[in-house]
Every structure is written in C-alpha cells, then in structure tokens.
C-alpha cells in the first residue's frame, strides 16, 4: 500500500523566510511556487538521491487541527555525517531537539526544530545506503 516517500511539508508564518532558511541548508532553490491573494502560499523544494520533495507551507492553509512544535511524527532525512549535519543545522539557528542517538551499528539519528516550529530529523541509515547502492 506505502510505495515511498513523495512530500514531506513543514509549515512556517514566514514563508519567505523559511524559504531562504532550507534554500541555505540545502544550497538550492525551490523549483515550484504558488502564491495565493499576492503572497508566496506554499513552495517545493526537490532534494536528496531520489529527489524527494520538501514543501513549505503558510501555516494558514495548514489542515484544521494540525498541532505546532514537536508532535506527531518523526521524519529523518538520510545523511552521510550525523554530528556534522547536526552541528550545522545549530549553526544555522536550528535548536536541539534530540542530540545524535546511536540505535544500533548503523542507524543513528538526531534531530532539530528548525527556526519555524518544525522537527527535522538527520539519519545515518544503512538500510537506504544499501537500497540506493542497488538502485
């Protein structure tokens, strides 16, 4: 039934400046936009070996109910260096939301809430380092 990972949409008031904050991390620019009575609404960002796509959405159009801070689920994004990415992330104004977790040889996760409320999660994962080596 799950096939894969196609968007993972993080909200922001500031969506101009959530852009310019990802733009930086991820040294890209969004390839699609859409504005809404004049103002940017929402925008995507394509990312990582299979080009997965990150959205950024004003918090206004966010589905009824949607919670803000660091609840519901966790969403890692595979990284080559845990600490490293980690380190950055605070660098970049990101605070410290879980400090870098050894789960096994392989696994390793941190994570951050990023300048706008949203949980971003880093993952050392052997299991994607293997599916991408056969793909």
């Not at 990972?5 to 959530?18: E, G, I, K, R």
């Not at 080009?51 to 004003?58: F, I, K, S, T």
């Amino acid at each position: 039934m799950l096939r894969g990972l196609t968007t993972v949409t993080l909200f922001a008031d500031d969506v101009p400046a959530a852009v310019a904050w990802y733009a930086e991390l991820l040294g890209a620019q969004p390839y699609f936009q859409r504005e809404f009575a004049g103002a940017t609404a929402y925008v995507e960002f394509r990312i990582g070996d299979y080009q997965h796509e990150l959205g950024v959405l004003d918090r206004r159009y966010a589905p009824p109910g949607t919670a803000r801070g660091a609840v519901g689920t966790m969403t890692y994004w595979c990284v080559d260096d845990v600490e490293g990415s980690f380190q950055r992330l605070l660098s970049l104004g990101a605070t410290e939301h879980q400090k870098p977790t050894e789960h096994g040889p392989g696994f390793v996760t941190a994570s951050v809430i990023d300048p706008f409320g949203n949980v971003l999660g880093v993952m050392h994962n052997v299991h994607y380092l293997s599916v991408l080596e056969r793909s």
